[in-house]
C-alpha cells in the first residue's frame, strides 16, 4: 500500500492501532508503545479526560513532528509529564515553592504547573520561551510508558490546534490517521481536562480552569 499524501506533497505514514484496557493495559502494549517512543515515534494514549500524544522530548526530529502533526505554532511550548514530584523538580529551574505545595497535593492529577525550565529541556520544547507545563498524569497508560521509557514524555492533547480534543482511540484515528504512528485504544474516556495555572511569576494565575477549580488552588496556596 502506497503512503498516504498530506496535500503538501509530503508522504504521511500509515497509524497503527492496539485496543488496550485503560485500566489494566497489556503489557505487551506498552511495551511496543515504549520502543515506539524510543524510535522517535508518536503515541497516542487514554488520560485525564481525553487522549493525549506521547513522544520523545530529547529527540529534536521528533519535537517538531509533533509541532507538524498538531499544527501547532512553534511559539507555543508543549508539555511534560512525569512520574512524579521529582521528577518535575529535576526539569524545572530553581521551582519554586508554589511548584511544590500543588504538586504533592494534586499530583497525580489533572494540573498542569507551569514553571521555569531547566536547561536539561530543549528549547524548542519550551517553544523558546524558556518555560514549561508540568504534570502526573493519573493514567495507568501514561505512568507505565514514562517507567519503560525512563524519562518524562511530551503530553500534549491529541488534536489538530483549534479543534476539539478527542476522547476515543477511534476519534484521533479518524483525525490524525497518518499524523500520529501509534494509537493505544482505551475506548472512550470522560471528565473535565486538566487545569493550568502558572507560578513563574510573583503572583500566580489560572492559565486555564478545568477539573480543579481555581478556588482550591487558592485553598492550597494560602499564605504562600
Known amino acids: 500500500m502506497l503512503p498516504k499524501q498530506s496535500g503538501i506533497g509530503k508522504p504521511l505514514l500509515a497509524t497503527d492501532l492496539i485496543e488496550i484496557n485503560a485500566e489494566t493495559p497489556d503489557a505487551g502494549a506498552l511495551d511496543r508503545a515504549a520502543a515506539a517512543i524510543l524510535r522517535g515515534k508518536i503515541v497516542a494514549v487514554p488520560s485525564d479526560g481525553s487522549y493525549t500524544l506521547v513522544a520523545d522530548p530529547f529527540n529534536l526530529q521528533t519535537v517538531v513532528r509533533v509541532f507538524h502533526a498538531k499544527g501547532r505554532e512553534s511559539v507555543r511550548s508543549l508539555p511534560l509529564l512525569v512520574e512524579g514530584v521529582i521528577m518535575g523538580e529535576e526539569y524545572a529551574k530553581d521551582p519554586p515553592g508554589r511548584f511544590k505545595l500543588l504538586a504533592r497535593h494534586f499530583w497525580p492529577g489533572p494540573l498542569t504547573i507551569i514553571v521555569p525550565a531547566s536547561e536539561k529541556v530543549p528549547l524548542k520544547v ?78 500566580w494565575r489560572v492559565i486555564r480552569e478545568g477539573a480543579i477549580t481555581e478556588s482550591e488552588l487558592a485553598d492550597v496556596l494560602k499564605g504562600s
Open 126 to 203: 519550551t517553544g523558546n520561551t524558556g518555560r514549561l507545563a508540568l504534570r502526573q498524569s493519573k493514567s495507568v497508560v501514561v505512568a507505565g510508558l514514562i517507567e519503560r521509557v525512563g524519562r518524562p514524555l511530551i503530553g500534549t492533547s491529541a488534536n489538530i490546534s483549534g479543534s476539539l480534543t478527542c476522547r476515543s482511540g477511534i476519534d484521533v484515528f479518524g483525525t490524525m490517521d497518518g499524523r500520529v504512528d501509534l494509537v493505544l485504544d482505551g475506548g472512550t474516556v470522560a471528565g473535565m481536562g486538566p487545569t493550568t495555572i502558572d507560578v513563574t511569576e510573583p503572583y
